[in-house]
């Protein structure tokens, strides 16, 4: 059997590495960079996902928000001017509501994590084992399963969501088609 | 000491990937092994481009270092470690210097999953298909800083292209790729797989590779997935992100020595990824040209002497080359030296003869052998094809290889289920 990979140090490390990267998304005055940052945060997320025996979202993770949409990111950021941008004022010095937003969020997760409901706790103790060999077959059990599937309503919707949404950039960005 | 002796013997038994088998040993090695044999790979890749592209056009190429030039890529390494690093005085020096390692190690990591064999792999994932789309989606990530942090006009437009490009063909790639794996769920539990080894077991288990599976199904697959991984590794006829005649050397105009190197070796271990990734999922992986219908002992022992011949066929044409090599004296080391090649090519054959290790080098020949011919396709279209304007790439991109790829998914799930959906017509119009 193999050694578990779900050890502490790897999930501090993590952890610790997206919100170093989290951070410099928000300080750094320069676009690519802050775009750099938030790439790193995003591969420490999609490592998470794999402590969580979860590889197929962590596939999925690397897939669409490193290699797709952050390049699509990037792609806009370059065609900014990066010398006006950094002139520019930065920050418009919110801070009283955004420390009021953070403090109700985290007292939120604090809440979530503590309660618990007909005596079981939301977050159980112990490490999850469940198929990590047949994890993509599960999901699509899950979704597609004639008898098991219960998300297939909601996972066509989303996609409808965002098929509207490209429909609707289109239409915004050409006038005539 | 023992203990540790034990743990490296225990792998043997076993009969997994030593990632399965969760030995760290046997996983290093085979990390080291991989990256060696790349690394190989890539210099004779660099001496065959050159040599073949000289000859599609009637030249000689390389033929002063060494015999027939084969010191060459040694040569060139040794310049370019020699190189002064420039970096420019206006570029941003943090994404400038970071942006190589991206590629590089882009380009490296898939190899974690790819099967030379059926334990022949560093490790088998759930989601191995998957996670070598992933990770090599990465590599443009390196190629757009590159360009932005050179901060200047030419790598600044090669990389917008380049992004532009990679990600237009990524699409159409992963629509082929999906078709494969629809295949792959063919069986009695009707269960498809994302892992490399799978697939191609599931190959040998429907015994037929996927690009005769459902004719001309699978082939098309095969075609759109062949044109897209030129264009996604930035090849001829689709290097636009570095034009020579239009914007100097592209991405990575301003950089030299080490670093230009780096992107060198990241764009040809990308060829052999995307190579391997085709071989895996249409042209069987590591199983030798038919398993079905050419069986039986004769023809497996036929089949496994096939490595060992091809390097002995090698040593032979060293040899006539030898000599046919000029007599002048002037020559004379290089005839030794080349000698010396064809007595080290046939050596390689004779050990790759003994039964004992052709058993074990045998899946491993075949697969190597068919991602050579992807190789030696990548140059042919790099010597036949003239280049494509931008317009004409996103075209095929969008309006061909896109609906084709749609076309071609919808009819490879109605072809695979149509015993299913047949029932189901019978049953609704049944009064």
Redesign the interface.
């Known amino acids: 059997m193999n050694p578990p990979v779900a050890t502490p140090f790897f999930f501090y490390l993590l952890a610790a590495t997206m919100i170093i990267g989290g951070v410099l998304v928000i300080t750094r005055k320069n676009a690519v960079h802050s775009a750099m940052a938030l790439i790193t945060t995003l591969l420490a997320q999609a490592g998470l996902y794999l402590m969580l025996y979860a590889p197929f979202v962590a596939g999925v993770q690397i897939i669409l928000y490193a290699g797709g949409i952050m390049v699509l990111f990037l792609f806009v950021i370059m065609l900014i001017s990066i010398e006006r941008a950094e002139k520019e004022r930065q920050f418009n010095k919110q801070w009283l509501v955004g420390v009021i937003a953070a403090a109700a969020l985290g007292g939120l997760f604090i809440a979530v994590y503590t309660t618990t409901t007909r005596g079981k706790v939301l977050f159980p103790e112990g490490r999850m084992t469940y198929g990590e060999t047949q994890n993509t077959q599960a999901i699509a059990a899950l979704l597609f399963d004639r008898g098991a599937g219960q998300y297939m309503f909601a996972f066509e919707i989303a996609s409808l969501l965002l098929l509207v949404a490209i429909i609707g950039a289109v239409v915004m960005a050409k006038k005539r088609i | 000491m023992h203990a540790f002796l034990q743990y490296i013997q225990s792998y043997l038994d076993s009969d997994k990937t030593p990632g399965g088998a969760?030995n760290i040993f046997w996983a290093t090695v085979y990390i080291l092994l991989v990256f060696a044999g790349l690394s190989v790979a890539v210099i004779a890749m660099n001496w065959l481009e050159r040599k073949i592209l000289a000859h599609m056009q009637v030249r000689l190429g390389p033929m002063r270092v060494g015999p027939h030039g084969l010191l060459q890529p040694i040569a060139d390494a040794i310049k370019l470690l020699l190189k002064e690093d420039i970096i420019p005085a206006e570029a941003?020096a943090v994404?400038f210097w970071?942006a190589p390692f991206i590629v590089v190690l882009a380009a490296f990591t898939v190899f974690v999953v790819v099967p030379f064999g059926p334990t022949h792999a560093i490790t088998d994932?759930?989601?191995g298909i998957?996670?070598m789309?992933?990770?090599s989606?990465?590599s443009?990530?390196g190629i757009?800083?590159a360009g932005?942090?050179s901060n200047s006009h030419y790598p600044?437009i090669g990389?917008?292209r380049s992004?532009?490009q990679?990600?237009s063909y990524?699409v159409a790639m992963g629509l082929a790729v999906v078709s494969v794996i629809l295949m792959t769920s063919l069986n009695e539990a009707s269960?498809?797989?994302?892992s490399m080894i799978g697939i191609v077991q599931a190959q040998q288990a429907q015994g037929e590779w996927f690009i005769f599976k459902f004719f001309p199904l699978g082939l098309v697959g095969f075609f759109i997935f062949a044109i897209a991984m030129v264009a996604e590794t930035n090849r001829a006829p689709f290097d636009l992100p570095e034009a020579e005649s239009e914007l100097t050397a592209g991405f990575h105009t301003e950089y030299s020595g080490f670093r230009w190197s780096l992107f060198f070796l990241a764009e040809y271990s990308a060829m052999i990824a995307v190579s391997s990734i085709a071989v895996t999922l249409w042209l069987g992986g590591w199983l030798r040209p038919f398993p079905n219908a050419l069986t039986g002992p004769t023809w497996d022992l036929v089949f496994s002497l096939f490595p060992g011949i091809t390097f002995l066929l090698l040593a032979v044409m060293c040899f006539y080359n030898t000599a046919r090599m000029p007599k002048h004296p002037l020559f004379r080391v290089q005839t030794i030296g080349l000698a010396g090649f064809g007595v080290v090519l046939g050596l390689i054959g004779l050990i790759l003869l003994i039964p004992a290790v052709r058993v074990r080098i045998t899946d491993i020949f075949w697969f190597a052998a068919k991602v050579a011919a992807f190789m030696y396709l990548y140059i042919w279209y790099r010597g036949t094809f003239p280049r494509y304007r931008f317009d004409q790439l996103m075209k095929v991109g969008w309006k061909v290889l896109l609906p084709t790829g749609l076309v071609l998914l919808i009819l490879t799930a109605i072809v695979g289920m149509r015993t299913e959906l047949w029932a189901e017509l019978q049953g609704a119009w049944r009064p």
């Open positions: 969760g941003d994404v970071v994932m759930n989601i998957l996670f789309l992933g990770v989606s990465l443009v990530l757009v800083t932005w942090a600044l990389a917008l992004s532009a990679m990600v990524e269960t498809g797989t994302l």
